[in-house]
């Protein structure tokens, strides 16, 4: 076997995107802990297990608490690096906060276990994302900041080169070039990684999909071109709109300088019990087949993995599933109106849902979101490409676009919100919830207490013993 000169880490995302992307993150807590003590000894770089949409969906679909998860998770799997994705300003949430709600959760995910905090900006302002890995550094975690890649008239290699150089400047401990959508296609991920590792000196991590098919080639070009860590999936929840799976590049590597040197056996028993949960969530109705299947037309739409189940979920309720590819040809036409955003959360769900309302009412532009109007006017922060003048108007009138910081615009929040949510909120981690979905976590606490007076403290024990053991 040829010797490790440089073995490639993985980062494997079975525990958050994996589920997200496949099946609108309906894993529960008790479909992991049974399996942490392997994946624990695999010797993964990091797993991702929470931040992007787990906060929502504990709440809201699941009625677990995502603390809760985080501290179970962190005790079942001492030895492994836990990350989490965080959307800059945008915490886990769909608005941006104050700074002093983004230093106090920071400070909490920290406390309760994460190691890695992947920031990302949805247009990519990286005046967006300084305060949360300013928070990051100081309260001892890894600041890997994040690129979020498209394609668009304004966005080329330069540009990603040019915005990896500024995440070092402001202190990333590593970059990522997060694309979301299986949009980076191999020649052009070996060409841009060895652009970026020219002029970085941090460690380069890919993350990618395989929804246009790509995923596993782009993978295996990034590699070659010196990449350092690469985002992957296990078998179960891997491909078409989540992360290429984890033991096909494991075993394409096996004797290579690049050699991950992780356990194919040891994935092979992982597997074993999510291959069970993945038939539980598609006899539920809840993973689709349509995300599992290879869709090229994802080049032309750029609609990101967790995006396509969820817009699937929402002309389901609409009783309009026949619009689905009306729906995706309206999306790049709102996006160039919008000024070319990436197309990831919350960006995506805003362009998303705009083009169904234009598609639904069968008028472009009749109605805008909230959130439509916010990004048109600049809440979420600067738009990378040229705005439909047009189309703006119509959204906010007469009103004038923000071109500071808008967080700067925000006065602070943590403590209005524990005086607001005081009956309820015992601990920063639950004010943290109320600040972030007011109109989830008060019902969700709520009915958390009546639960814990039901139960008494020592059954709770107990219980969380016998997982473990």
Not at 119 to 130: G, P, Q, S, V
Not at 276 to 283: E, Y
Not at 336 to 358: K, W
């Amino acid at each position: 076997m040829a010797t490790q000169t440089n073995p490639l880490k993985i980062t494997d995302t079975i525990l958050r995107d994996a589920h997200q992307s496949q099946a609108a993150t309906r894993m529960r807590t008790e479909d992991m802990l049974p399996v942490c003590g392997i994946l624990d000894k695999i010797g993964y770089y990091s797993l991702e297990c929470w931040g992007g949409a787990t906060f929502d969906a504990c709440m809201r679909f699941l009625h677990e608490d995502p603390w809760e998860r985080l501290r179970a998770l962190r005790a079942a799997m001492p030895n492994t690096k836990l990350q989490m994705l965080l959307r800059g300003q945008n915490l886990l949430g769909y608005r941006h906060y104050a700074d002093d709600v983004v230093e106090l959760f920071i400070k909490k995910s920290i406390e309760n276990g994460i190691d890695i905090i992947r920031i990302f900006d949805a247009l990519n302002d990286t005046r967006n994302i300084e305060c949360a890995m300013k928070y990051t550094k100081y309260y001892g975690g890894k600041a890997e900041a994040a690129i979020s890649y498209t394609i668009s008239p304004v966005h080329n290699e330069q540009y990603f080169v040019e915005l990896a150089m500024k995440l070092e400047e402001m202190g990333a401990d590593t970059v990522c070039i997060k694309d979301m959508a299986n949009l980076l296609l191999p020649y052009e991920a070996f060409s841009l990684i060895r652009a970026i590792k020219e002029r970085v000196s941090v460690p380069i991590h890919l993350h990618t999909h395989n929804t246009t098919g790509t995923g596993d080639m782009t993978n295996l070009l990034a590699v070659q071109a010196g990449v350092d860590i690469v985002d992957t999936a296990l078998s179960p929840f891997a491909n078409g709109t989540s992360q290429p799976a984890t033991e096909s590049l494991v075993a394409a590597l096996k004797g290579t300088p690049r050699d991950t040197g992780l356990d194919l056996n040891l994935m092979s028993e992982a597997a074993a019990h999510f291959r069970g949960v993945a038939d539980r969530l598609k006899n539920e109705g809840i993973l689709d087949p349509k995300v599992l299947r290879v869709d090229t037309n994802t080049l032309l739409y750029q609609v990101p993995g967790g995006m396509l189940s969820n817009l699937i979920s929402q002309l389901k309720q609409a009783k309009a599933e026949d619009k689905y590819y009306d729906v995706l040809n309206e999306i790049p036409r709102v996006r160039e109106d919008f000024g070319y955003p990436p197309l990831v959360t919350p960006t995506s769900q805003i362009v998303g849902t705009q083009a169904v309302m234009n598609v639904l009412m069968g008028e472009r532009y009749k109605t805008f979101t909230k959130e439509s109007k916010g990004l048109l006017k600049g809440e979420y922060g600067r738009l990378p490409g040229k705005v439909n003048e047009e189309v703006r108007r119509a959204a906010i009138g007469d009103e004038e676009p923000i071109t500071c910081r808008p967080a700067d615009l925000i006065e602070p929040e943590v403590e209005k919100i524990r005086e607001e949510f005081s009956g309820i909120a015992k601990t920063d981690e639950d004010v943290l919830l109320c600040a972030l979905f007011p109109k989830v976590a008060p019902g969700f606490l709520e009915k958390r207490s009546e639960k814990k007076e039901e139960k008494p403290a020592e059954e709770e024990t107990v219980k969380t013993l016998k997982v473990f053991f």
